[in-house]
């Protein structure tokens, strides 16, 4: 009898096989401008945008950030990078029992904060308990509704003029040969940090969390125009974002190595513990792909935010009969960059 593993969370291909073939199957299908089936970061009916998602971050608080923190900046995200302005957001508390009242306070008093500081309230909630041993100290699960930003239609109105396709939303499927990719910022800032907290290793440099709620970025984006589509880059990493990217599309993408922002020191962990940067999960950036013709001027946008300043056009679509993506290495050769089976840091989100 199979059971479940770790992988079955952790975002790569093995998450996706376990969802195509346990869960969704079950649920009737609805008729849905973006539905459950599409595997986007939020479904759209009846052009309200709604997401979901549960936390089991370990530990409780990281390098850069904590599990409150990361509750909200993470659905906040989900709806951001649809093309829409997330309006609320709602709290399910999961607690162990036996835990300090004041771990419970610094995580709300931090989802306030950040509340506060994106401009999304939460609205309703629930809590639960849960016996000692049976959770490992909380679960936060979130969710949230939007509608579509009042920039949204313009941005998409400046694509159809260079590429005459009814777009409308910035769903997986919509990027066509010759769209260029960008990544909002440096990769596995995330999955390094939560595994230098968690384990205690010193990897030198500053590593932290890049954890923030990325609406107001992706906004300067919408304004300048012509921006297809969105995915932030969580659980398996810009990889597997990539990799799910060209398959929903149908294209492949070429990928310059040496354009890839990722700081230094998150290299030199990530060769002493042999993973790939790449495949590893982050929280604060988003990969965008828009018609070539606005990639300069969306580039400005972003570096001019501060969470974009590192921001980076890193390849292109290309048309292919096999969804992939071809990394152009540093020394001029290409290898193909495969989707991880799952994120090989568990548990940071």
């Known amino acids: 009898m199979t059971k479940v593993t770790m992988n079955h969370g952790a975002g790569g291909e093995?998450?996706?096989e376990f969802l195509s073939k346990h869960i969704i199957p079950c649920f009737p299908k609805m008729n849905a401008e973006v539905p459950l089936t599409f595997f986007d970061d939020s479904a759209v009916i009846d052009d309200i945008v709604f997401t979901t998602d549960g936390h089991t971050v370990k530990p409780l608080f990281f390098s850069g950030g904590d599990i409150g923190l990361?509750?909200?900046a993470g659905?906040?995200?989900?709806i951001s990078v649809m093309g829409a302005t997330p309006i609320a957001l709602s709290c399910s508390l999961i607690l162990e029992?036996?835990?300090?009242?004041?771990?419970?306070?610094?995580?709300?008093?931090?989802?306030?904060?950040t509340c506060e500081s994106c401009g999304v309230?939460?609205?309703t909630g629930d809590t639960k308990v849960m016996e000692k041993g049976a959770l490992d100290q909380m679960v936060v699960a979130t969710s949230a509704i939007g509608k579509k930003s009042q920039y949204m239609s313009s941005n998409l109105e400046i694509a159809k003029q260079y590429r005459d396709v009814e777009y409308k939303w910035a769903t997986d499927n919509n990027i066509k040969p010759g769209d260029t990719i960008i990544v909002t910022g440096t990769v596995g800032d995330h999955g390094v940090a939560l595994l230098s907290s968690r384990e205690g290793y010193e990897?030198?440099?500053d590593i932290k969390s890049d954890v923030a709620p990325i609406n107001g970025l992706i906004t300067e984006g919408l304004k300048i125009g012509?921006?297809?589509?969105?995915k932030d880059p969580t659980r398996g990493g810009l990889a597997n974002t990539l990799n799910e990217l060209c398959s929903k599309s149908k294209i492949a993408m070429e990928i310059n190595e040496s354009d890839i922002p990722i700081k230094d020191s998150v290299v030199n962990a990530c060769e002493m513990l042999g993973i790939s940067p790449y495949c590893i999960g982050n929280e604060g950036k988003a990969v965008i792909a828009c018609v070539p013709e606005m990639a300069d001027q969306i580039i400005t946008a972003l570096k001019n935010h501060p969470l974009g300043k590192n921001a980076a056009i890193i390849g292109r679509a290309i048309k292919s009969d096999i969804p992939k993506v071809i990394l152009k290495t540093e020394i001029g050769g290409k290898r193909i960059l495969e989707s991880p089976t799952g994120d090989p840091v568990p548990r940071i989100c």
């Open 226 to 230: 012509g921006i297809v589509s969105m």
């Open 75 to 78: 659905t906040v995200n989900d």
């Open 14 to 16: 093995i998450m996706q």
């Open 121 to 123: 309230p939460i609205v």
């Open 70 to 72: 990361l509750s909200i």
């Open 97 to 113: 029992a036996g835990l300090d009242v004041s771990i419970v306070d610094r995580v709300l008093e931090s989802m306030g904060k």
């Open 203 to 205: 990897f030198g440099g």
